[in-house]
């Protein structure tokens, strides 16, 4: 499995920007897809997760109210919106999928990754 990651750039405090992360390649409904974020200096952390058969969510405390994942089945994308952005959401954001229906908050669960975009959230 590919993933394609887009739609990171720069926006002030306050504004919004949605990712998208295309999935190619072999895929199945037994999967969970994920954003994780690192910014500089500091160790990735699970943003958000989505089960792709039924469509449960979950989200870090620190992005929880502000931040929707979705995703599109017929499109294989799972999606980001990112609102009321703060200038401690800049980090390179990339998406993960992992074989199983479980999501999970570490990184090592996941067997697939997109490469990362950028976020920059400016004061």
């Known amino acids: 499995v590919q993933l394609q990651a887009s739609g990171g750039g720069l926006v002030q405090a306050g504004g919004s920007l949605r990712l998208s992360c295309v999935a190619s390649?072999?895929?199945?409904?037994?999967?969970?897809m994920a954003w994780f974020r690192q910014a500089p200096g500091k160790e990735r952390e699970f943003v958000a997760g989505?089960?792709?058969?039924?469509?449960?969510?979950g989200y870090a405390d620190s992005v929880k109210g502000r931040f929707t994942i979705s995703k599109v089945s017929a499109k294989n994308t799972v999606y980001l919106q990112m609102n009321s952005l703060k200038p401690e959401d800049t980090a390179v954001y990339s998406c993960a999928l992992r074989w199983g229906s479980t999501v999970h908050t570490s990184a090592q669960w996941y067997n697939s990754w997109g490469q990362g975009t950028l976020v920059t959230v400016s004061s």
């Open positions: 989505i089960r792709w058969s039924g469509g449960n969510t």
């Open positions: 390649g072999r895929t199945s409904n037994d999967v969970s």
